[in-house]
Every structure is written in C-alpha cells, then in structure tokens.
C-alpha cells in the first residue's frame, strides 16, 4: 500500500505531557520551533557580538536583514511603525527560517500547519485591533468607511469592510498554509515516482523534485515576505488610519 503524500505532515507525540488535562505534548513541530527560535537568536546574537567598523561575513548578512525589514516597515508604516520593528523582525525571521528548515529531507515545515499560521495571523490582527482603539478611540470604526464614501452608502459599504475586516486574519493564516503544504505534496508525489519510477523513467520525476526544491526556496523566501508585509499594512491601518498608502508613496 502505497504512502500518503499528506503522511508528512502528521504529528505523533514524542514526550506526552498532559498537566492538570492540558495537552502540552513535545511532537517534531514543537522541538522544530525550537530549533528555530535558537537558530534565529545565534544568527543575531552572534552578528552583534562579532561587531567590526570592517563587518564580516555574518554581520553582513544581518545588517542586509535589518535594512530589509526597516524597508517593509517604512514603505507600508512609515517611520511611526519603526516602533515595531522587533516584533515585525521577529515575524519575518521565524517565518523565514521555518520554511527554509522545512525543506531540509527528515525535517519538518512548522508553517504547514495551520494552528500556527492562524496564532499568528490572529495574533497581529488582534494587535492592530487593539493598537487601534487604544491609539484612536471610537474614530477607529472609521476604518470601517473608505474615504469619500457618501452617506447613503453607508448602510452598504459598512457591512462589506466589516466583513473584509474579518477575512484579514482567514486570508492571512490560510495563504501561508496552503502554499507551504501544496509545495511539499508535490515535492511527495514526485519523490514517490521517483522511486517507483525505477532506472528507467524515474530520473524524470527525480529531476523535477531538484527544480522543485529550487523553487520551494524562492517561495519560502516570498511567502514570508508577504506575511510580513501584510502584518505592516494591518498594523499601519491601525497606527495611521487611512494614512498608511501615503507613507508608501
């Protein structure tokens, strides 16, 4: 019987831990967070404490990271979102790294589970929520009417930003789950044929898997991009308003 290309994305629980009838297992997702979290800290712990008027190699790299951040923050926020850079560096770096891991054979893609993407996305929209009212008050459901909307629309228009409200943490969650997940059952399947393929016809799936892997890179790179961006446009809705556009100008 031939394997699931979904079986990759199973969880069994490696250290049960059930205190007080909270499920708190250890599983592989839960040890790769880990294992992210640590690899992102050493990067820029390491780069910090390698410092040089003439930087080095890891330096570099994190100083190219750092400006690239501060760019998404500055074109969707503009300067006032610099306060959060930490968070939205956080955001990107964990992302970032999850994908990339998740592409290493034996490994495993925490972003593929949408329990994650959805804490996450829940969690900056709930941020830019709250950011809002505290920053804004009441004039924060006037994200609720686009400008220069007239007042006999507004019966209509409010019910339609409600509900695209709403669907920002769904969209959110569920881009980067599903692109990250169909990645890696395609990369199953081809592996599959490649195997069963044999000599003779498996070199073609085979190489197909290679070009997959290439492009699976690129997308890990993209999809956390666009996370990120997307959380500086939610987040600059609620710092700036409306305003947000023009910053991006």
């Given at each position: 019987m031939e394997e699931s290309?979904?079986?990759?994305?199973?969880?069994?629980?490696?250290?049960?831990?059930?205190?007080?009838?909270?499920?708190?297992?250890?599983?592989?997702?839960?040890?790769?967070?880990?294992?992210v979290v640590?690899?992102?800290?050493?990067?820029?712990?390491?780069?910090?404490?390698?410092?040089?008027?003439?930087p080095g190699k890891l330096q570099n790299l994190a100083e190219l990271i750092v400006e690239f951040i501060r760019g998404i923050i500055l074109d969707t926020m503009g300067e006032p979102g610099m306060k959060y850079f930490p968070l939205i560096a956080t955001l990107f770096l964990f992302i970032l790294f999850a994908n990339l891991i998740g592409l290493i054979p034996g490994s495993y893609t925490v972003t593929s589970q949408i329990i994650v993407t959805a804490v996450f996305a829940?969690?900056?929209?709930?941020?830019?929520?709250v950011l809002g009212f505290s920053l804004h008050g009441l004039?924060?459901?006037?994200?609720?009417?686009?400008?220069?909307?007239?007042?006999?629309?507004?019966?209509?228009?409010?019910?339609?930003?409600?509900i695209s409200q709403l669907a920002r943490p769904i969209s959110l969650a569920v881009r980067l789950f599903a692109n990250?997940?169909?990645?890696?059952?395609?990369?199953?399947?081809?592996?599959?044929?490649?195997?069963?393929?044999?000599?003779?016809?498996?070199?073609?799936?085979?190489?197909?898997?290679?070009?997959?892997?290439?492009?699976?890179?690129?997308i890990a790179f993209i999809q956390a991009y666009i996370f990120t961006v997307l959380s500086c446009v939610y987040l600059g809705d609620a710092v700036t308003l409306h305003g947000h556009s023009e910053h991006a100008h």
């Open positions: 290309p979904l079986h990759a994305f199973e969880l069994h629980e490696l250290i049960p831990l059930v205190p007080a009838g909270i499920d708190i297992s250890i599983n592989k997702a839960v040890i790769l967070m880990w294992v640590g690899l992102v800290a050493l990067l820029m712990i390491s780069a910090a404490a390698s410092r040089k008027l003439v829940v969690g900056v929209y709930g941020l830019s929520v004039k924060f459901l006037g994200i609720l009417v686009p400008p220069g909307t007239p007042g006999w629309l507004l019966p209509l228009m409010i019910p339609i930003e409600l990250m997940t169909a990645g890696h059952v395609i990369l199953g399947v081809l592996f599959g044929l490649a195997i069963s393929g044999g000599l003779l016809i498996g070199w073609l799936p085979f190489a197909f898997t290679i070009a997959m892997n290439g492009l699976e890179v690129g």
